[in-house]
């Protein structure tokens, strides 16, 4: 069947909303192909506005490396803003891919990435523009598999209704998987329709189907079990582990966007994973083991991604950059290489050390000394403890007093409020820390001129992590402690001027919560918020917690049970069936250390502690060095 491009529909509504250029694809390294050509068509989303989903890595990744696959092709969706979306509904104009501008439901695969929650409501207003029935029991063989990934992805359970699978992990090799699977159904003539080819998939054991697994609830509302509803699907789904990074050396061809974006810049993976085992910490747990990217791979990715894109900045990422265990050679050898250029470096570590001021200093030679950020996450020793964030208050004033003589002027720490255990005294230690921060600072420098920032997001319990069992604060008491908080710092007559003070009050979180911790019921929720006209829900200015509670009232969905409620440990939890290759008796061990304040450390450096995951995949930490070295760019 032909399929058009839409464009000159949207194109006559363009002039009529903000930032039109958003939805005009053709952005350098772009790919648009044959559509004849090919035999599987992905289109793939990330479910928030284009600036934000444009630097997102993850689809980046997926849509190069399905479209360098023959015979198949990717194209990017993106939600649109809710001036676009009206004018399309108005004219009847379609879900789009911003590459070719076809419809999305002419794919064959919608996939989804989702990094938060916060964008369930968008996935809900691209289906229904698309044209794809809402509700995953309702589609019929022309509609496109709707597929979830992301981190967001661990615990489905929420969207499942809306879902025909979910995959964990990494997503490079199992897309090229699925790929295969959807290609010989549609060759065998598709065969059994959309639900032998959920079959097949499910049966793979690497792709969740929610629709093949029944949920049963014990009278008080507790989950009693999830269960497979046929032969051939496993009683758990597993994650998705690349262990040899440099095999995946992506994106090669980064893309350059037309509109401006959170982040303008190419962006390197130089490991994933981490071993530190923040208990808070749900990216960390989930992508448990540690894969290093070499510094050869490193160099070569870093020199290509400059040539392909342009861009002028390079960001090394991980969730704990400085801890790559050839990170001095890494930023030696990258400084040395673009001194002089107009390349600027990045490295956005949170690691409390000397070290790290050492390698911001490698970085910042073509630049100015601006600001650093640290993140001692708690307020208080205590609080640290718990939250197995072995960072001394001796450690940070000595790191920052070490960044201020060096020239830095601005340090940004970040914390969390409403974590387990959390009392008033922890919340308003994050005073006196930030005052001794400045005193040691103007000690250090002779100098009034340095600055403090305080930057406080709510906690959110999130599944896969130990602190999967704990209740989350209510919003009142965060909100309570934030502005105890805020007091304690604008009433300092001495320290107050020199700290600044950013947070969020705490409602949104309890939402996060609702739908990191919910299961299939919150569904309902999420629905009805849509429906209510819930759109953009990680953006201040859209997100309302009015509409959502109104909308749980009327579902029967009581928010607190999800949120505010303590589970024990012998409750199923909706996500007990997927597998990030946690051992459940360890998150609970760990759990009961954290209320105790017990520590472990990191196993990259120290014996290993049986977090279950190395076995469970069938691997080990991977860490180098290799002794390899940077070798100067042949040409700058
Ligand atoms: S299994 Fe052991 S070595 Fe592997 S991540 Fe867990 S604690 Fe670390």
Redesign the pocket.
């Known amino acids: 069947m032909p399929v058009e491009s839409i464009f000159h529909r949207l194109e006559a509504l363009l002039p009529k909303v903000q930032k039109p250029i958003q939805y005009v694809g053709g952005e350098l390294n772009s790919t648009v192909k044959d559509w004849d050509a090919a035999d599987v068509r992905w289109a793939l989303m990330y479910p928030d506005a284009y600036e934000v989903g444009l630097p997102n890595q993850g689809v980046a990744i997926l849509y190069e490396i399905l479209n360098e696959l023959p015979a198949t092709l990717a194209e990017r969706t993106y939600a649109v803003w809710p001036d676009l979306e009206a004018l399309m509904r108005a004219e009847g104009v379609p879900q789009f891919t911003v590459d070719a501008h076809r419809p999305v439901r002419a794919f064959d695969v919608l996939g989804l990435s989702f990094s938060t929650e916060l964008g369930y409501t968008n996935m809900l207003t691209a289906l229904d523009l698309a044209g794809i029935p809402m509700l995953a029991v309702d589609r019929g063989d022309d509609d496109p598999i709707v597929l979830a990934g992301g981190h967001a992805a661990f615990n489905p359970e929420p969207i499942a209704d809306f879902l025909d699978a979910a995959v964990l992990g990494d997503g490079e090799q199992i897309a090229i998987a699925i790929t295969e699977v959807v290609r010989e159904w549609k060759a065998e003539g598709r065969p059994g329709g959309r639900d032998e080819l959920l079959m097949r998939l499910a049966e793979s054991g690497g792709v969740y189907v929610p629709k093949f697994y029944d949920v049963d609830y014990h009278p008080d509302g507790r989950i009693k079990r999830v269960a497979p509803n046929r032969p051939g699907v496993p009683w758990r789904v597993h994650k998705h582990t690349v262990m040899d990074l440099d095999e995946w050396p992506y994106p090669k061809k980064p893309l350059v966007p037309l509109a401006e974006t959170v982040h303008e810049r190419f962006s390197v993976e130089i490991f994933r994973g981490c ?1 530190r085992g923040c208990r808070f910490c749900q990216a960390g747990m989930i992508t ?2 540690v894969r290093e990217r070499s510094i050869t791979t490193i160099g070569a990715m870093v020199e290509n991604g400059i040539k392909e894109s342009g861009f002028t900045e390079v960001g090394l990422l991980s969730l704990s950059s400085a801890d790559h265990s050839e990170i001095a050679d890494v930023a030696k050898g990258l400084a040395d290489r673009y001194e002089g250029t107009n390349t600027s470096l990045s490295l956005p570590s949170t690691r409390v050390d000397a070290f790290n001021i050492d390698l911001a200093n490698e970085f910042s030679r073509n630049g100015r000394r601006s600001g650093l950020t640290f993140a001692p996450e708690g307020g208080s020793e205590r609080m640290r403890k718990v939250i197995n964030k072995m960072v001394t208050e001796q450690d940070l004033i000595r790191t920052v007093t070490t960044a201020y003589s060096q020239g830095w002027r601005q340090v940004k720490l970040y914390f969390m409020c409403g974590l387990p255990t959390e009392t008033d005294e922890d919340v308003l230690g994050i005073a006196d820390l930030a005052k001794k921060v400045i005193k040691a600072g103007r000690e250090a420098t002779g100098s009034r001129d340095i600055r403090c920032t305080v930057s406080i997001g709510g906690f959110v319990p999130k599944p896969h992590t130990p602190f999967q069992w704990a209740g989350q604060a209510d919003h009142e008491t965060v909100d309570r402690r934030l502005k105890a908080l805020r007091d304690s710092l604008r009433g300092d007559r001495e320290y107050g001027r020199a700290i600044g003070y950013r947070y969020h009050d705490g409602k949104p979180s309890i939402v996060e919560g609702l739908l990191s911790r919910g299961d299939r019921r919150v569904g309902a929720v999420i629905r009805a918020v849509w429906e209510d006209g819930g759109r953009f829900d990680g953006w201040s200015e859209y997100f309302s917690y009015e509409r959502w509670m109104s909308a749980a009232e009327k579902a029967g969905v009581d928010v607190d049970w999800y949120t505010v409620r303590e589970r024990a440990e012998n409750e199923v939890l909706p996500w007990d069936h997927l597998d990030a290759g946690l051992d459940r008796e360890w998150l609970w061990q760990d759990w009961q250390d954290a209320v105790s304040g017990a520590e472990v450390e990191d ?1 990259r450096w120290t014996p ?8 469970t995949m069938g691997t ?2 991977q860490i180098g060095p290799t002794g390899r070295k940077l070798l100067p760019l042949t040409v700058v």
Do not use: F, K, L, S
């Open positions: 071993t448990r083991p196993c290993c502690y049986d977090c279950g995951v190395c076995p080990e930490i």
